[in-house]
């Protein structure tokens, strides 16, 4: 067997051992089983998702896994899972205006009754870098604030900088900020609300506000009511120029915003190990099997939404594999360590089930060699001793001449070397990215310091719409994808020796195959977010980057940030938005909770590596 050198580069004392192969015909009939449009596009909370994970929990037990959650194949935890507008309602001056004609609430706004006084608030901008201030002398407080969309067109802001002020999360944080009841957003000149509502992910937290969108011609019938019109009034917002109405205006209105929890399931299957020495410690492999259901959010085709979105690539493709993996090697002889076989729910909207898989094993499992040898901040949270090592797989069924693409080959000394060799093996092209964190669930297992590789053949044309379908997978393909993973986690498992985590540099954003789950472009700080909502408002982090502005700073992992740049934070969002707006080189103040105590600090922020 292939033996892991963790001290240093990996030098291999043993030549590569015969992994286990798997049958492209039974993989290609999981995959097209639960891409099947009868699954619903394995949505949150649809009867396709709950159907997806049965069907794997039947599919590892007929392997011959044993159960991984506490005697069962299912772990099973609530989380949102829908996000739709139950109520809408509009009054200006006493006349009711009519939904998904003149107006549509927003999935951000806060739920509950509004009133007050018609504000015109410009871009509902506040910028200390460029000296721009819409709400000089306004009387926002209690006011329902009317907001232009987009960014003025002014010296000095160049095009980053004026998608960063243009961001609607960031208005609705201003707004909040300086007390206002509701935000009626104006389009821009043509702009209408004759498009599809596009959803939103399910722990998308509220704005604190009443939050909505007019209709271009309903904004502009509102300003003629206050005794305006809308292009003058454009044209002062440009010009910095404050517009007060010259008949005071009323407005009232409701927003009923239902965010609906459900019990949700990761499927695990174990493989004990055969060596008594080392049979405690595991290799996860990981994949994904929900998607986007009938695209309510993620479609990246817009005008779709309503129509199944199979998800045959991503990831019937890797969960497919996951079954395929278990049963070849279940059927052979025992590697020394255990493989956990984990089946992850709710990565579409943010690496839920990974994130709660990782958080969920008991505490104290510490492990002092998989450490890294970095310092770590004050509350960081502490490596499992048990989980040695990840393995993920997403989109792996569409392998072409590029090759297949490794991720998070340096997050330990050994990983680079022993995928090379295992990929020469299958004369497979490897194509390594730098760094760790993003796009899927490795990097969960990333933030509690494990190593892990993600495997993908990455995106394509019909990533994240309705043309993503079983017959457009390659079935020999992936299982010379699934061969590869098949030698990496048996080297792994038999390897005399743990590997050892190294924290490695975010990913270069042109290097990402699928987005990142970072800061993004722009400044940057070094913090990786965790996804779905926090316990308290605000934006919780789940790992901080070595030598960030973050680190430097002082913030840990389980920090929530409840203030960022003097604004209060009141969702991820928010902050990715707050951040954006900031300039590269600034200091800004953070406030976060830890634990039940409140520490503000301040960062230098940096250019994204």
């Not at 003058?232 to 005071?248: F, H, K, L, Q, Y």
């Not at 239902?258 to 990761?266: D, P």
């Not at 030698?487 to 195959?513: G, Q």
């Amino acid at each position: 067997m292939l033996a892991l050198a963790c001290a240093g580069p990996a030098r291999w004392r043993e030549p590569l051992g015969e992994a286990p192969r798997v049958d492209p015909a039974d993989w290609a009939a999981d995959a097209a089983w639960l891409a099947d449009p009868a699954r619903e596009g394995r949505g949150l909370g649809t009867a396709g998702l709950d159907a997806a994970a049965r069907y794997l929990a039947e599919r590892f037990a007929r392997a011959g896994l044993e159960p991984g959650a506490d005697g069962s194949f299912l772990q099973l935890f609530h989380m949102p899972v829908s996000l739709a507008v139950e109520q809408e309602a509009l009054t200006v001056a006493g006349e009711a205006l009519a939904p998904e004609r003149d107006f549509r609430a927003l999935l951000v706004s806060e739920s509950g009754p509004f009133a007050g006084e018609l504000v015109f608030a410009g871009f509902g901008i506040r910028d200390p870098a460029s000296g721009r201030d819409d709400y000089a002398g306004l009387p926002a407080e209690g006011a329902v604030l009317l907001v232009l969309d987009g960014s003025p067109s002014a010296p000095g802001l160049d095009a980053r900088r004026a998608a960063a002020l243009a961001q609607r999360p960031l208005k609705l944080a201003t707004a909040r900020q300086h007390g206002a009841r509701a935000v009626l957003f104006v389009p821009a000149s043509g702009a209408d609300l004759a498009e599809k509502r596009r959803g939103g992910a399910p722990t998308r937290s509220s704005a604190g506000v009443s939050a909505l969108a007019l209709s271009r011609g309903a904004a502009e019938r509102l300003v003629a009511r206050a005794g305006g019109e809308l292009a003058e009034w454009s044209r002062r917002a440009e010009a910095g120029v404050p517009v007060a109405p010259t008949s005071p205006m009323r407005v009232a209105g409701a927003v009923e915003i239902e965010r609906h929890e459900s019990e949700v399931a990761n499927v695990v299957g174990r493989l004990p190990g055969s060596d008594p020495a080392l049979r405690h410690e595991e290799i996860v492999i990981g994949a994904h099997y929900d998607h986007l259901g009938r695209g309510e959010y993620g479609s990246l085709r817009p005008a779709a939404r309503g129509e199944v979105h199979p998800g045959a690539d991503d990831n019937a493709s890797g969960a497919a594999g996951l079954v395929a993996l278990a049963r070849a090697f279940a059927s052979g002889p025992r590697p020394a360590r255990t493989l956990v076989f984990v089946a992850f729910t709710a990565e579409e909207v943010g690496l839920v089930g990974s994130t709660h898989y990782v958080e969920s094993r008991a505490p104290g499992e510490v492990a002092s060699e998989a450490r890294s040898e970095a310092p770590r901040a004050l509350g960081s949270r502490e490596p499992s001793e048990v989980v040695v090592g990840m393995l993920n797989l997403d989109m792996i069924g569409r392998l072409g001449a590029g090759g297949v693409s490794a991720f998070g080959a340096d997050t330990a000394p050994a990983f680079e070397d022993l995928v090379r060799r295992a990929a020469a093996r299958h004369g497979l092209a490897v194509d390594f990215v730098a760094g760790s964190h993003g796009p899927s669930d490795h990097s969960s297992f990333h933030a509690a310091e494990i190593p892990a590789l993600f495997f993908t053949t990455g995106a394509h044309e019909a990533y994240h719409t309705p043309d993503d379908r079983a017959e457009s997978l390659a079935a020999d393909g992936a299982a010379r994808v699934l061969d590869l993973t098949a030698d990496v986690a048996l080297a792994l498992a038999e390897a005399r020796e743990r590997p050892r985590f190294t924290a490695a540099r975010p990913a270069t954003p042109a290097r990402t195959a699928r987005g990142s789950h970072g800061d993004g472009y722009g400044p940057y700080l070094g913090t990786v977010p965790a996804f779905g909502a926090a316990p308290t408002p605000g934006a919780r982090i789940s790992a901080v980057l070595p030598d960030s502005p973050a680190e430097r700073a002082g913030l840990a992992a389980g920090d929530v940030i409840v203030s960022f740049a003097g604004t209060p934070v009141a969702s991820l969002e928010e902050f990715a938005a707050l951040l954006f707006a900031q300039s590269e080189g600034s200091e800004v103040e953070i406030v976060v909770l830890r634990a039940d105590e409140r520490i503000v600090t301040r960062a230098v922020l940096g250019l994204r590596p």
